[in-house]
């Protein structure tokens, strides 16, 4: 009973820990669901890049600067990043297919792969997760990048985003607007909570 008390503990801590690095506005909600689970830290920086393939599935790789408040909430994370990889597919899948209550698509993960380097107080984390229901065909026709009411960053965070799209395609809208557009790059550059953007393109 006590093992399996800990692994639903465990499990539930992991799924704050997938959350804060691919649904900041879901952590939110996380952080209050499992307060009594959650470390004190603070996102100092994220670094998200998108890359959109033809076939419409998404790389998505983030690079997380964390700041710990003591060394037992520091290793309380890097026990939590350490989970093998293959768990956290799993539990982005999970997270996936709650999302799919919201926002009606069909979304799969492929691959997940994350390093994790720490260095008291100040963890660093780098994901990158392939998957499709991201990028689709919407009514339209068109090809469509959005996650509606999903948030890339919290507040007081600093978080750039670039989202790289296939060369060929035509951007035919972007919501909001971005700090560049340079060849095939979209890039953003922002502090505070930042929302998935929407971006509509054409392909020849």
Sequence with gaps: ????????????????????????????????????????????????????????????????????????????????????DEEKLSLFQQSLDNLKEQIPRDFVVLSYESTVNSNSPLIYVDETVKLEGLVYRNNKGNIEFSLPGQFLSDQNEQVTVNIHYPYGWEVLSVNPTPTYIEQ????????????????????E
């Design 1 to 84: 009973m006590a093992n399996d008390q800990k692994q639903k503990r465990g499990n539930s801590f992991n799924f704050i820990i997938i959350t804060l690095i691919f649904f900041a506005g879901l952590a939110i909600f996380q952080f209050f669901m499992y307060r009594n689970l959650q470390p004190q830290f603070q996102v100092i920086t994220r670094d998200i890049t998108f890359t959109i393939y033809d076939d419409l599935s998404v790389d998505f790789a983030t690079k997380v600067e964390i700041l710990t408040e003591n060394e037992r909430d520091y290793n309380t994370l890097v026990e939590g990043f350490n989970t093998p």
């Design 184 to 203: 095939n790059v979209i890039g953003y550059s922002y502090t505070g909570a930042f929302g998935y953007p929407t971006i509509e393109f054409k392909s």
